[in-house]
């Protein structure tokens, strides 16, 4: 409760306002523990959950520091004019970056009259920005979800468990493999056996729509899995990730289908090294920059600076792309408590990509590495 009151005097001062209407659905859980559909009203006492009657209940469960209201027939924004015709109230403000342009037309038009609508841009996400405690060992805990659902899956694919590292071990014991002959299998396939594992495993729901890109389509960063069969000498990217408890995952990882060419070879090459330069040099105080430059300057030293065209990483908590990241516009400083992706790649077309990912915490000395799943090439045997 204490934790809540913390969060919405953090989240006045940042604002200036009197009151704040708070409509995404991160900043809203954040700030109150409310996971409904709805809006929150903030101000320095606590404040205001207003939902329907589907998320009533559990909002009081959720929200004890909060008045919940159930919006009715008089109207869904009724709440907001009561609070705002207090002589008190000047200033509300309001999260832009969530309301669509028809939504904040409707709503102005109500409480304009009343008093003066301030954008809050970042506020409420800034909140966010450094994970206490208990946030980083539920992100940790989705990540580990994440490895031991990779595991299964390499393990159907006929990788030996102690290819996997300690991961394997641990999943060995109690998984019984359920074989999959990659060359006979679609993308599809593979990433709906990821994703069921992703569950079984515990996760509520993915965090993002599933990667899994083979061959040619593997240059395309954000591919869509398709029907296209597994390959022989195929490189395969499988990005995954799940919610936890609210907390989202983020991994990458790049297998092969028997053996590659040497081009492939080379290209996953640069790109781990390229990954573990960053992990290594990583330290508070640097920028987003200076963090991006470290993987980006060696991909183009070694001659594929323009097939790495993406940001280095992103921040992942509440919501699996927050600020701030690696990239070469990122002028924030890095601080302890964050926890940022870092994924390289390179992505060469009618050719195939590499993309290897680990997610991170921010320490005083540099980072701890919350994914656990082998880096190393891991090739799937086909025959």
Not at 275 to 295: H, W
Not at 328 to 357: D, L
Request: charged content about 25%.
């Amino acid at each position: 409760m204490f934790m809540y009151r913390e969060r919405c005097e953090r989240l006045m001062d940042g604002a200036g306002c009197d009151i704040v209407l708070l409509t995404d659905e991160a900043s809203m859980r954040y700030v109150s523990g409310f996971t409904g559909e709805g809006y929150v009203l903030v101000t320095r006492a606590g404040g205001v959950v207003v939902t329907d009657s589907r998320y009533t209940i559990a909002a009081r469960a959720e929200c004890p520091f909060f008045e919940v209201v159930e919006w009715n027939a008089k109207g869904y924004y009724r709440p907001v004019m009561d609070a705002v015709k207090d002589a008190r109230i000047r200033t509300l403000g309001f999260e832009d970056a969530d309301l669509s342009v028809s939504e904040w037309s409707k709503f102005e038009k109500k409480v304009s009259r009343y008093v003066k609508c301030k954008p809050i841009k970042d506020a409420a996400e800034r909140l966010r920005r450094i994970k206490n405690d208990a946030e980083i060992e539920l992100i940790a805990q989705a990540e580990a979800i994440g490895d031991r659902a990779f595991a299964r899956l390499m393990l159907d694919l006929g990788v030996d468990a102690d290819e996997l590292g300690s991961i394997g071990s641990e999943v060995s014991a109690y998984h019984m493999a359920t074989p999959m002959n990659a060359i006979q299998t679609t993308e599809k396939q593979l990433a709906a056996r990821l994703e069921f594992y992703l569950k079984d495993e515990g996760g509520e729901r993915l965090s993002f729509d599933t990667i899994a890109a083979s061959g040619i389509n593997g240059a395309k960063p954000h591919a869509v899995p398709g029907d296209k069969l597994l390959c022989q000498g195929e490189l395969v990217t499988l990005d995954f990730g799940c919610v936890y408890m609210g907390y989202c995952s983020d991994m990458t990882r790049t297998i092969a289908i028997g053996e590659v060419s040497d081009e492939l070879g080379r290209i996953y090459d640069i790109v781990y090294e390229a990954q573990q330069r960053a992990l290594d040099d990583i330290t508070p105080g640097m920028t987003g920059a200076e963090i991006d430059a470290i993987a980006r300057d060696y991909i183009r030293d070694k001659g594929y600076g323009k097939y790495f065209g993406h940001s280095l990483g992103h921040s992942v908590g509440l919501k699996i792309h927050e600020s701030p990241g690696f990239s070469s516009k990122e002028a924030s400083v890095i601080c302890p408590g964050m926890v940022i992706s870092v994924e390289p790649g390179i992505y060469v077309e009618g050719v195939g990509g590499v993309r290897i990912e680990d997610l991170v915490v921010i320490t005083d000395e540099g980072i701890e590495d919350l994914s656990n799943s082998v880096r190393e090439m891991l090739v799937i045997r086909t025959h």
